[in-house]
C-alpha cells in the first residue's frame, strides 16, 4: 500500500538508534522530515540508506558520540537497546555480574542485567542516558522514546530519568499501546500484538499531544465505537500490557462499559499464501540426509492442530509457545531469530479455504474437494514466515527494501524496528500541536 504525505517541511527529526528505519518511516508518514539517523550497525545503515536517500546517515557508537556534533532538529525519536533493560527469553536478571558458565562450562561475557553479551553486541551498548544527553544540549521541542514495558516497570533508574527531562523543562506522556491497535483509515495497524510503551517529552509551554488510544471495536449492544482503555488498578501507574494491566471497554453507559476486543488486522493479510510448506512427515528441509522434526516443534505443532484443527495458524517456535490463527495477529516478532511458523494441515498444495469463505474459480475439470480432516502432525506442511512476511507484519511497505545480507540480519532489523503505524501514529499527534 502507498501513502501520499502532507510534509511540513519545518518539522524536521534526528532518529538516533535508527536500525532498520521503522521509526524513520513512520514519523515521514506523519509528515516530517528527516534530517539525520544514526545507528551502530553497517549494515542496517546501509539499507536504511537506500529506502531513505538524501538523509544524513552515520554509523557511530551512540554512546561515545560527542551529542553537540549532532544537527538543531525540532524532534528528537530515539528507541535504546531493550535488551539492556529487559531480560530476553526469560532470563532472570542478575545486578553486577559480568560473567556466566555455558553449556560447555566456560565462562561467557554478559551484561549487566545478566544477559550474554552477542558477538558485535558489546560496542553497540547505549543507554536511555544518551537521549537525555542530547537534549540537554539541543533542548528539542519534542522527544519521543519507545521500548518494552519493562524499560517502564523494571528500570530502577526510570524514575530519575523522568525528573532530568523535568530538569530541562519538558513536561511528559507516557502510553502503553500494542501495534494491532493504533491506526485507522489512513495508518493501516500492523498485523502484530507488539505490547510496547511510548513516552513523549514537550517543551514546557508547548500543548501537550493526545496520546489516548482509542481503536475501532464492535459493542454487541451499541455497535461500532471507539473504544477507551481503562486501566484495571487505578491507583496503579498506567504502565503495562493489553489484557493484563488494562482492558478496552466501550465508551457508553447504557451497556456497561462492556470490554470490547479491538477490531484488528489479521496476519493472513500479509502472508504470501503460494509459497509452500515441507510436510512435517518428510523431515526438516535442505538438510542431506532425512532430519526428523525436534520433538518440542511436533509438540507445538500438535497443540496447534488441538486449538485450531484443519485451518491454517501460526505456531511459535520458542519459549512460552502458543499457536495463533491466521485470521488475527501474531505474537511480537522478534531480532532473535524467526519464531512464526506458518502450519497448513493436511499438505494440500492449494490455499486451505473454509466452507465458510467463496469457491475458488470452478474450472472445467474437477479440483475441488470437500475434506473432513483428522489432522495428524506428519501429514501438516510447515515453513517460517519469510523475512518479508515478517517485515510486513511490522507494517513495513512491501517496496521497503531489507537489509542485502544474510536472513540473520533481516530478522535482526526487522525485529529491532519500531511498528512503522505506532511510529506514524505518535508523529502525527505531535506534529498537530507543533503546527
Same mark, same amino acid.
Given at each position: 500500500?502507498?501513502? &501520499? ?27 516530517? %522530515? ?80 545478566? !544477559? ?10 547505549? &543507554? ?42 519538558? !513536561? ?23 505490547? %510496547? ?34 486501566? %484495571? !488498578? ?91 490463527? &491466521? ?33 475458488? &474459480? ?58 512503522? !503505524? ?14
Amino acid at each position: 500500500m502507498s501513502w &501520499t504525505f502532507q510534509h511540513d517541511w519545518d518539522i524536521d527529526f534526528t532518529d538516533l538508534f535508527c536500525g532498520l528505519g521503522g521509526s524513520t518511516r513512520g514519523l515521514v508518514e506523519a509528515g516530517m %522530515r528527516a534530517r539525520l539517523v544514526m545507528n551502530h550497525n553497517r549494515v542496517q545503515v546501509n539499507a536504511h540508506e537506500a529506502n531513505h536517500p538524501g538523509v544524513e546517515h552515520l554509523c557511530e557508537d551512540i554512546h561515545a558520540f560527542d551529542k553537540r556534533s549532532l544537527p538543531k532538529t525540532r524532534v528528537l525519536w530515539a528507541s535504546p537497546i531493550c535488551t539492556e533493560i529487559s531480560p530476553a527469553g526469560g532470563r532472570k536478571r542478575t545486578y553486577g555480574q559480568t560473567y556466566i558458565l555455558g553449556a560447555d562450562g566456560k565462562e561467557v561475557r554478559v551484561d549487566e542485567h545478566g !544477559n550474554p553479551i552477542q558477538p558485535g553486541f558489546e560496542r553497540t551498548r547505549a &543507554t536511555a542516558l544518551d537521549i537525555i544527553a542530547a537534549a540537554e544540549v539541543h533542548r528539542y521541542d519534542a522527544v519521543l522514546c519507545e521500548n518494552v514495558i519493562e524499560f517502564f516497570t523494571d528500570w530502577e533508574l526510570f524514575d530519575w530519568w523522568l525528573g532530568g527531562f523535568k530538569i530541562l523543562g519538558y !513536561n511528559h506522556q507516557i502510553v502503553c499501546a500494542s501495534s494491532a491497535h493504533l491506526g485507522d483509515d489512513d495508518n493501516e495497524a500492523a498485523p502484530q500484538h507488539r505490547n %510496547r510503551g511510548y513516552v513523549v517529552f514537550t517543551r514546557e509551554g508547548i500543548p501537550l499531544p493526545d496520546l489516548e488510544v482509542r481503536p475501532r471495536a464492535f459493542c454487541p449492544e451499541c455497535g461500532p465505537v471507539e473504544a477507551r482503555q481503562v486501566w %484495571r !488498578n487505578p491507583r496503579r501507574r498506567k504502565m503495562g500490557s493489553w489484557g493484563v494491566q488494562y482492558d478496552y471497554r466501550c465508551p457508553n453507559r447504557q451497556c456497561g462499559y462492556l470490554i470490547l476486543d479491538p477490531a484488528v488486522r489479521p496476519i493472513g493479510d500479509v502472508i504470501d499464501w503460494s509459497m509452500p510448506g515441507t510436510r512435517i512427515g518428510d523431515g526438516r528441509p535442505d538438510r542431506k540426509k532425512f532430519t526428523p522434526y525436534a520433538a518440542s516443534t511436533r509438540e507445538r505443532v500438535a497443540a496447534g492442530l488441538a486449538k485450531h484443527g484443519h485451518d491454517p495458524h501460526v505456531a511459535m517456535l520458542r519459549r512460552n509457545t502458543t499457536a495463533v490463527a &491466521t485470521t488475527g495477529p501474531v505474537p511480537a516478532v522478534s531480532a532473535q531469530g524467526r519464531h512464526h511458523a506458518l502450519i497448513v494441515p493436511n499438505g494440500r498444495k492449494g490455499a486451505v479455504r473454509t466452507t465458510a469463505e467463496p469457491l475458488t &474459480t470452478v474450472a472445467c475439470k474437477p479440483h475441488h474437494s470437500l475434506v473432513r480432516p483428522a489432522p495428524e502432525v506428519d501429514d501438516c506442511t510447515l515453513r517460517m514466515l519469510s523475512p518479508r512476511e515478517l517485515a510486513s507484519a511490522q507494517r513495513f511497505p512491501t517496496d521497503y527494501i531489507l537489509p542485502d545480507s544474510t536472513q540473520e540480519d533481516q530478522i535482526l532489523g526487522i525485529g529491532n524496528a519500531v511498528s512503522v !503505524n505506532a511510529a506514524r501514529w505518535l508523529g502525527e499527534r505531535v506534529k498537530a500541536v507543533l503546527s
